[in-house]
């Protein structure tokens, strides 16, 4: 794809799952990526695999290396980093903590150094890995939930505010995906996102498609836009069924 080879690419959150799915695809697409992961064994493997390079660290805090790393000019950020954090309004308030700091303020942070120089180039693309969770919601996973909204809505706010100055934002809002975080979401996944999970490539290849497209929100489970819509036409239907599907899992044993 033109529009990403050559380009100065970092996605976070890139050891596993869909990030190392992405690296993946823009690597194969010609772009020059920069694989970053908390974990930098995972990050190391991952980037020589696809002959990218590996910044491992905190995701909010690598911004500058990054772009040294990728000869001075960071083209596409992927916001894809993220935590799980299942629990109900009880959940610690280092778990709330947590899931805010990771899943949204490290992507006002990244955008904040990101911003001044694509502004002055007049071109930028951001990558937000949200969740079908923050257009809907998920069952057992308040702060996960909660969060995840968050993420979504300071890409939407992104998206609108910059979108004639050049800078192209994609939201990535998948349900469930065959992966450590999928696994992690223990009874509610095996529940609600496993019978229809998909493969981290048929993430990556979504967001191709929406590049191509320009198209912001990206939706690897087409059937999310119906329940997005039914969400917001008759809220009070859908939160009975959505009510429906937590008293099932907890009837389960959740």
């Given amino acids: 794809m033109s529009t990403v080879q050559g380009a100065g690419v970092v996605v976070t959150g890139a050891g596993g799952g869909i990030g190392a799915a992405l690296a993946r695809r823009f690597a194969a697409e010609g772009a020059r990526v920069v694989v970053n992961d908390l974990d930098p064994d995972r990050a190391k493997a991952v980037a020589e695999e696809i002959g990218a390079t590996a910044v491992p660290g905190d995701a909010s805090e690598i911004v500058e290396e990054a772009r040294e790393t990728l000869g001075g000019t ?3 950020w992927c916001a894809n980093a993220g935590l799980a954090s299942p629990g109900d309004a009880f959940a ?3 778990v709330w903590a947590a899931a805010w700091d990771v899943n949204v303020m490290a992507h006002v942070r990244a955008a904040r150094a990101l911003l001044p120089d694509w502004l002055e ?3 930028g693309r ?4 949200v969740s079908a969770a923050g257009l809907l919601t998920m069952v057992g996973a308040a702060p996960y939930s909660v969060s995840k909204h968050g993420a979504y809505a300071f890409a939407e706010w992104l998206s609108l505010t910059y979108r004639h100055r050049g800078i192209k934002v994609h939201a990535i809002c998948p349900q469930g995906v065959r992966t450590d975080m999928l696994t992690a979401a223990g009874s509610a996944g ?3 996102l496993a019978p229809t999970a998909i493969e981290p490539e048929d993430v990556a290849d979504s967001l191709f498609d929406a590049i191509e497209a320009d198209r912001f929100l990206v939706l690897p489970h087409p059937e999310v836009a119906e329940f997005y819509r039914a969400r917001a036409t008759d809220p009070e239907r859908w939160l009975g069924n959505m009510n429906h599907i937590q ?3 907890e009837g389960a044993g959740a």
């Fill in 74 to 76: 960071l083209d596409v």
């Fill in 126 to 129: 951001f990558v937000s890995t």
């Fill in 190 to 192: 095996e529940l609600v």
């Fill in 92 to 94: 610690d308030e280092a």
């Fill in 121 to 123: 180039r007049g071109t």
């Fill in 247 to 249: 008293r099932k899992w």
